[in-house]
Every structure is written in C-alpha cells, then in structure tokens.
C-alpha cells in the first residue's frame, strides 16, 4: 500500500519525504488555507505559486493532488487544465481533484457535472483523483468516468454514523472496521458500516470489474484506520504527518531500545 502525505504543509511534507514514507502528496481547500494560515501567523509573506511550486519539487517522481474550487462542469474542466498546465511542467506530477458530486444541494442541476469534468479531463490526458466519496457506487460511477485514483472518506463516515446515533466521540479515536452494535443493531449509513467498510467495498467492486482505478483510501485519523485500510486491499493511504508518527511508536519497542542499549558489550559496539 502506498501512503501519501495528507497536508499542504511545506514542513511536514518535506518531513515526510525526509523519512522516506511518502508515495505522494493529497491537499485539498481546507488543508491549504491550514497551511496559509501557519504561514500568515508565522509573519512570511506567501507567494501562492512558488509554494505550490516547491511542493511538487519536494515530492518530485510522486503524485500530488490539487483540488479545484469551481463546481460546474466548465468551471471545473478550465480550472483543472489551468493548475495542470501551470504546475504540472514543475515535475510531472500533478493530479486534479474533482469532487464526485459538486452539487451543494439536492435541487442543484450539477449532481454530474464532476463525472463530466473527470471525463473530459482524464480523455486529454490529465490524471483525476476523484474526492468526497461516501458511497461504493459513487467510486464505481467515478472509476467509470475514466478516475485515476478514487478518494473514500472513511473518517468523516465513521463520524457520521457516530453522530447520527448521538455517541460522543474523538476525532482521532478508532471506529472498527466491523462497526458497532446499538442496541441490537448494527450502525450503518445505507449498508457501510464503517469508513474502512466503505474502502473495503470500493475495493472489491473495482477489482471485481478490473478497474485500473486506485483506491485511496483518505480521511484516516489513527494507525489501527492505516492497518484496517491496507488489511481491505486499498492501493493508498492518505495520513496526516501525525499519523504517520504514530504508526511506528510501540511501548515495547521504547523498551525493548533500552534494554538493548543497557546490555551492549563495549567490545561488539566498537567492531
Ligand atoms: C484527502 O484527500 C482528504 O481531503 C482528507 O483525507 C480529509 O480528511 P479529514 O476528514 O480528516 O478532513
């Protein structure tokens, strides 16, 4: 399983790099304006395009995902040849995200214009990760369209089923991949019982088919999620750098390392 870097942070993707764990770059709206923010807060002044452009420097011969903020078919198509044709000579490597679905509401008239945008892109040869995805069949209606990488959000679901039953919760804590039982009841959102149950089930359907699509699995919040995720077959997981951290620290290994380290014969160390 590839593991991308979730985050529009220079530092924590150039750390990520550093460590040698990065496959690849995810941003999208939010993290940016987290990023811009820092930067702001920190009194540097930010020329959007040389940090974009250092980016893509930093993660040089791996994907880095760019999010386009239109949400009409055309809107979506100029804006993602505009970055593509902008950033993608910096390393070839840019990918655009295209929402699944960029209607706002049911009466909207744009349910399908981010299939038309992912179409049109992807049949002149821009690569698509396709974002926002809630259900099986909105990967499956994506991987159609021609998506390079399909983007399930399994955090942001696992939420949604734990506030839908009223459960206080953290973020960051684990939600089974088997879900939960309330009352003799399994929690579910329309038969996804979990976002790692909503990666499972894109997974299998686009195997099932022999989609060149990849599932990416995004909105992961803890390392049991990563294990979960690479345990259902998904090709990417995306991981904010704290994430990343966690899922090499063991108290028996910090142990284990002192143990070690007391024991070492001066002789041996010094061969
Ligand atoms: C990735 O591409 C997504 O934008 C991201 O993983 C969302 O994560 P969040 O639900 O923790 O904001």
């Known amino acids: 399983m590839k593991i991308f870097i979730d985050s529009a942070d220079i530092d ?6 550093a460590w040698g764990v990065a496959d690849g770059v995810t941003t ?9 923010e820092k930067r702001v807060r920190a009194g540097q002044p930010l020329d959007l395009k040389a940090y974009i452009t250092q980016i893509l420097q930093v993660a040089e011969n791996t994907p880095v995902s760019l999010e386009v ?32 679905n960029p209607a706002f509401k049911e009466e909207d008239g744009t349910h399908f214009d981010g299939l038309r945008a992912i179409r049109e892109l992807t049949a002149g040869g821009i690569p698509v ?17 021609g998506a390079n990488f399909v983007s399930p959000f ?8 734990r506030k839908k039953a009223n459960l206080q919760f953290d973020k960051t804590a684990y939600f089974a991949a088997s879900g939960m039982m309330e009352k003799d009841n399994v929690l579910e959102d329309n038969g996804v019982v979990s976002g790692i149950d909503l990666v499972d089930q894109c ?14 699995a995004a909105s992961l919040r803890n390392p049991r ?25 063991h108290h ?20």
């Open 28 to 36: 999208n709206p939010s993290l940016l304006k987290q990023a811009v």
């Open 203 to 216: 997974v299998q359907i686009l195997e099932q088919y022999g989609f060149a699509t990849e599932v990416l």
């Open 129 to 145: 990760n396709c974002t926002l995805i809630f259900t099986p069949e909105q990967a499956l209606l994506a991987a159609k369209a």
């Open 154 to 161: 399994a955090g942001r679901i696992d939420d949604d089923i």
């Open 225 to 249: 999620q990563v294990r979960d995720a690479a345990l259902v077959g998904a090709h990417i997981a995306t991981l904010p750098s704290a994430v990343i951290r966690d899922m090499l620290k």
């Open 69 to 100: 903020t239109e949400y009409t078919a055309q809107g979506m198509i100029q804006q993602g040849k505009r970055l593509y044709d902008m950033f993608n000579k910096v390393a070839d490597n840019v990918y655009i995200k295209i929402p699944v």
């Open 252 to 271: 028996k290994t910090f142990e284990g390392m002192k143990l070690f380290t007391a024991d070492i014969v001066a002789e041996y160390a010094a061969l």
């Open 12 to 17: 924590e993707i150039r750390q990520a790099y």
